[in-house]
């Protein structure tokens, strides 16, 4: 089996160890048997949507995230919205997370329009406001999700996209509801790097499984010795948390 | 008066905090003087006749002063360093009510310089309170985001803070680095450039740890004839035709030879050659700074190469202690281009290494742990006899190297002590251990190998 993804302006938006994303799924694909062919492309490189299974788009400083908006506006919009309807899994994390909303407001009140990929939008609640910085547990499907936020745009939600998690220690995407990234069929935006994939294996696998199944069908991940990684992930629990053990459902 | 009981209060807090083994006296005596007399920075630095040195930058700052300090001394003139690393200001208060006397005032002002290593963002705050003769901007590279929010902000901060100086301020800045290179054009006084000219020295390409490789003026991508390491290099952009300013202080040929490097330097005045005891091409930029720093305070290359061959590691960076009858080289790890640099380096002197790493993510070490996937830690493949992981995220460690491709599962052992004698024992007699530690991690383990290994603790070993 094989899959194909595209790594979307590995250049401009890697600010967070972004590219820690991209080893996870390589890895875990590898030592499955998996073929993963990553295909990097930057500003002003056209996007074909039938060839990819994925999509990854990282995080970035201000200055060259408005240049990235523009290239996605105006090169690889349409593309990216035809390979969403398809089923392609698209992971947004940070910068990248926020361009996928309508639009994000900046401090000075000027508006990036985004790419309407996710029903959420961005404002910035000027230069005075706190930054929403620090290690983040969040619940997701009954497990935890665990990982680094550090963002000062506020991300609110719109009735077509659902949280990608709840909040259980951090801020999130606004510090006011509890929720923690977006989701609407394939496409997931996350506020939380550190990285996230490699010490989040199962939400990793769950990214694969859905690809995975878009182009082969009903596709069952074999297990893999995931030690290090949970013991990671739990590492990253106790001391966000100061706790060991995390009651989800509440 | 007010300044002699700051003074004092310092004094009687910095003997304290050293006989109760609290951390060397190092940030609380500043904290104290400065409560007392907030005006203490400005009207003690104003006192030193021959002025001061501010160095400020991501990676190299703490190396630079040293190096520079030594210069400085070997000129004659009576340094006033914060030695210690604590670059905020109130570690730079501590080292001034240190060279105090009991009635608040500089001891034989005529002849002291202050050398001080700058936080980034603290920056511009300390060039107001000192005024200094010069500023050395190292470089600028992505580090502890969870403080500073962006690389960029820190770059506008500078500009305005060179901006804001007087003319008489002469700037000192890293040409190969387009973000200090860029500060040149905001400086109202004396530039001074220097970098590295030596194309041998270029690695291959750019590594994933670079940051700077968009034009700071028109935002085009740059190109590189040379890349020295991250974004440093001889830079061009082909969309404006700004590029590298060709350097007042360069170092012409560097050489890895036996426990250093050998480099020829160029200045103003003329060449001189000199074996400069640290190892990497990091070190040769911290020799060229602080070269250029000395060129700045007027001093002649003879003065220049003395320092810089007489140089010894700033604690924590290149350290080499004998421990059980095995070298220990303690390396800090702040960000992914320093590390890249380091693991370059050892690489390149060993065919089979024992490495022991230390992550913390404390305040000081960056809370933020995701730059340990920028880092090409791949360079170690197939070239690692013994591994052991340890610190607080030791198992984010562990997963970073087992998907470098490594080990499977690396050995983890959360405490500094037990992982340090894991360490030793694996490491055969005879050979070097590389300790590879974040900032906080350093302290420990230095501490503890320090005691091992019959050091005093790290304070002891500094020289006001």
Redesign the interface.
């Known amino acids: 089996m094989n899959l194909r993804l595209a790594h979307l302006y590995p250049k401009q938006m890697n600010i967070y160890g972004d590219r820690g994303n991209i080893i996870s799924l390589r890895q875990r694909c590898w030592r499955r048997g998996i073929s993963l062919e990553v295909e990097e492309l930057d500003i002003g490189a056209p996007l074909d949507p039938e060839r990819f299974d994925m999509a990854f788009i990282g995080g970035a400083q201000d200055r060259e995230q408005q240049r990235v908006a523009q290239d996605l506006r105006e090169v690889k919009g349409e593309a990216l919205h035809l390979a969403a309807e398809s089923g392609v899994v698209i992971l947004a994390v940070c910068g990248g997370y926020q361009l996928m909303g309508h639009y994000y407001r900046e401090a000075g009140g000027e508006e990036l329009p985004g790419l309407g990929l996710l029903d959420i939008h961005t404002v910035h609640p000027g230069a005075q406001a706190r930054r929403f910085i620090g290690n983040v547990v969040a619940e997701w499907r009954g497990m935890t999700v665990v990982g680094f936020e550090n963002h000062g745009g506020r991300t609110f939600l719109g009735n077509g996209a659902s949280p990608l998690a709840k909040i259980i220690s951090g801020h999130g995407n606004n510090g006011k509801d509890r929720s923690e990234g977006a989701v609407r069929r394939n496409v997931f935006g996350t506020y939380l790097h550190g990285s996230l994939l490699p010490k989040n294996p199962r939400f990793a696998d769950h990214l694969v499984t859905l690809a995975l199944q878009r182009r082969h069908g009903d596709v069952q991940l074999e297990p893999l010795d995931d030690m290090v990684e949970e013991a990671a992930h739990q590492e990253a629990v106790r001391l966000a948390t100061r706790r060991t053990l995390i009651r989800l459902g509440g | 008066m007010r300044r002699a009981a700051a003074v004092t209060a310092a004094g009687i807090a910095a003997r304290l905090s050293r006989r109760l083994g609290a951390g060397g006296g190092t940030a609380l005596p500043g904290l104290i003087a400065e409560r007392i007399d907030p005006g203490i920075v400005r009207s003690l630095a104003g006192q030193m006749a021959l002025g001061s040195v501010l160095v400020t930058g991501t990676n190299g700052k703490t190396t630079t002063s040293r190096l520079l300090r030594n210069i400085v001394a070997g000129a004659g003139m009576q340094p006033v360093a914060n030695a210690e690393g604590s670059n905020m200001m109130r570690g730079i208060a501590a080292a001034l009510a240190g060279a105090a006397g009991w009635r608040g005032d500089v001891r034989s002002p005529a002849n002291r310089a202050g050398v001080f290593e700058v936080d980034e963002a603290t920056l511009p705050l300390v060039a107001r309170e000192v005024a200094p003769r010069a500023i050395v901007f190292t470089n600028l590279f992505?580090d502890q985001?969870?403080r500073y929010?962006?690389?960029?902000t820190v770059a506008s901060l500078w500009q305005e803070a060179v901006r804001a100086l007087p003319e008489g301020v002469i700037i000192v800045i890293n040409g190969d680095d387009p973000s200090t290179a860029s500060l040149g054009e905001h400086a109202r006084g004396r530039v001074i450039v220097y970098g590295l000219d030596d194309p041998r020295a270029s690695s291959a390409g750019i590594e994933?740890a670079a940051?700077a490789?968009?034009c700071r003026w028109c935002?085009a991508?740059l190109g590189y004839t040379a890349v020295f390491y991250g974004h440093i290099g001889h830079w061009a952009c082909d969309s404006c035709g700004s590029a590298r300013p060709r350097p007042d202080v360069a170092c012409v040929s560097a050489t890895p030879a036996q426990d250093g490097m050998d480099c020829e330097f160029h200045t103003p005045a003329g060449e001189f050659a000199v074996t400069l005891p640290l190892q990497g091409l990091y070190n040769v930029y911290n020799a060229l700074a602080a070269a250029a720093g000395g060129v700045a305070l007027g001093l002649d290359n003879a003065v220049l190469r003395n320092g810089l061959a007489q140089s010894t590691a700033a604690f924590g960076r290149q350290e080499r202690l004998l421990v059980q009858g095995r070298q220990v080289e303690i390396i800090l790890a702040k960000n992914p281009a320093g590390l890249n640099q380091v693991l370059r380096t050892i690489r390149s002197n060993n065919p089979q290494m024992d490495v022991a790493f230390f992550l913390n993510?404390r305040v000081a070490d960056g809370?933020?742990?995701?730059?340990?996937?920028?880092v090409d830690f791949d360079l170690l493949a197939g070239k690692l006899r013994g591994l052991t992981v340890s610190g607080?995220?030791?198992?984010?460690m562990?997963?970073?190297l087992?998907?470098a491709g490594l080990a499977?599962?690396?050995r983890?052992e959360p405490s500094t002590k037990r992982a340090l004698r894991i360490a030793l024992g694996q490491t055969p007699e005879g050979e070097t251990l590389y300790v590879i530690p974040t900032y906080t991690a350093m302290l420990e383990v230095r501490n503890v190998l320090g005691r091992w290994a019959g050091r005093g603790a790290f304070w002891q070993g500094e020289s006001r």
Not at chain 2, 149 to 152: I, L, N
Not at chain 2, 367 to 374: A, H, K, M, T, V
């Open positions: 992505r985001l969870d929010g962006e690389v960029d994933h940051d490789r968009w935002g991508e993510d809370r933020d742990i995701s730059w340990i996937w920028d607080r995220r030791a198992w984010d562990a997963l970073r087992k998907y499977d599962a690396p983890v």
